[in-house]
């Protein structure tokens, strides 16, 4: 051995795995755990929401509770975000029960909980309709296509648009 290669250190290892060449290596595989096991669990439970509530809306309905399935309705579309369910049971029961004004006021609580929703401007501006009142339902239906809806929704606000203003 020379006397140059006994002064020098050791040579570190290279074989170390590959979790403890990572700074808080544990901690970071345990943050993709985390997110890679909850969010389908968050994502697929904004939808199983709504879905409770209906079940209940459905089922007091089947008991004659009108109220109380307005209620489930109600919460359901509040948690809805793409799913148009909820706001189309909300519309039958209001048209079963022949309470239109609930059903204007139940949409109208929604959209200023979630002002960026457009299916609560939609189904607010047929009840407007079945009301008789077209400068509302055309404010409606404006704002439902403001705010990006989905192909049928935007077809039909803009022919109940053109209806209205040509009325």
């Given amino acids: 051995m020379s006397v140059h290669s006994k002064s020098l250190s050791p040579l570190p290892t290279t074989r170390q795995r590959w979790y403890q060449r990572l700074p808080l290596g544990w901690v970071i595989v345990i943050g993709f755990l985390v997110v890679g096991l909850c969010y389908p669990i968050i994502y697929f439970g904004r939808t199983a929401v709504p879905l409770i509530y209906i079940d209940q809306g459905d089922q007091a309905m089947l008991d004659g509770k009108w109220d109380t399935a307005r209620e489930a309705y109600t919460k ?17 029961l209001a048209l079963r029960a022949n309470a239109i004004q609930a059903a204007v006021d139940d949409f109208g609580t929604v959209i200023t909980a979630h002002p960026g929703r457009y299916m609560a401007y939609c189904y607010r501006a047929e009840a407007y309709l079945e009301l008789d009142q077209p400068n509302p339902a055309l ?5 439902c296509l403001a705010h990006d809806p989905s192909p049928i929704w935007q077809a039909t606000a803009r022919n109940m648009i053109d209806f209205l203003q040509n009325k």
């Fill in 76 to 92: 359901a579309m509040d948690w809805s975000v793409d799913y148009e369910e909820p706001f189309d049971l909300r519309w039958s």
């Fill in 139 to 143: 404010a409606d239906y404006q704002a």
